[in-house]
């Protein structure tokens, strides 16, 4: 069956400029997560996803940063007013529920400029 | 707090020499740990997951509580397990499902 994709696969922006990455979960997995993995701070957790709910969004780095889902299925994560230290590759996860396995996306690669 | 810790940025063997790659946590309740493994290219996934007890491209890893660590070995390393690999840790409570990563570690196998 068809894995995790995300989109866009790469995005390149100016600093400043607000950015939208997406994110389509397997099929039937209520449980959703993102992560960001840069050079000097390895992969992160952002935020967790149960349905269409998010009892964890404790590693969103600042306000500028927020997430949703809807229909229990697509999630978006947007970075309003982005910086330079956004730049990383951010991965998207879903699970069949909170805690069983994870798998991950291709990931999308922002880079802002 | 959770942490994960891998000692070891990179890694260089050759083929058919035993690999081992370190991992120790630090985490107040019981944890449940994994190997994640990311080929040039490709996507993260999942190598294995401890309570499981599986044996996957001939990789194994025991828990040990004592020394909290996770260790990921194999007897004979190929060069096709050239990669970078990611311990991690799952929590419970209101992070249930919250991976934390350790900062991986990048094995090179040589012919």
């Known amino acids: 069956g068809a894995g995790v994709s995300q989109s866009p696969s790469n995005k390149v922006t100016e600093k400043g400029k607000d950015v939208e990455l997406r994110c389509d979960p397997i099929?039937?997995?209520?449980?959703l997560y993102w992560y960001r993995q840069s050079l000097g701070q390895g992969l992160e957790f952002l935020i967790y996803?149960?349905?269409?709910?998010?009892?964890?969004k404790s590693g969103l780095p600042s306000d500028r940063f927020s997430a949703e889902r809807t229909g229990g299925s697509v999630s978006t994560l947007t970075i309003q007013r982005t910086q330079q230290e956004d730049s990383a590759v951010y991965l998207c996860a879903s699970s069949s529920s909170g805690g069983e396995t994870q798998y991950f996306g291709p990931g999308t690669r922002l880079l802002v400029l | 707090a959770q942490r994960v810790t891998q000692p070891e940025k990179l890694l260089s063997v050759f083929k058919g020499a035993p690999v081992e790659l370190k991992c120790n946590y630090s985490y107040s309740g019981s944890p449940e740990l994994f190997w994640y493994v990311q080929y040039s290219r490709q996507r993260l996934q999942l190598l294995l997951r401890h309570i499981s007890r599986e044996s996957i491209k001939g990789f194994t890893a025991d828990l040990n509580k004592g020394e909290t660590s996770f260790h990921l070995k194999k007897p004979f390393a190929q060069e096709e397990d050239s990669a970078m690999y990611y311990c991690?840790?799952?929590?419970?409570?209101?992070?249930?499902?919250?991976?934390?990563f350790g900062q991986g570690t990048i094995l090179t196998v040589h012919p």
């Open positions: 991690a840790l799952q929590g419970g409570g209101t992070s249930y499902g919250k991976l934390t």
């Open positions: 099929s039937g997995h209520t449980a």
């Open positions: 996803f149960q349905g269409n709910s998010a009892p964890d």
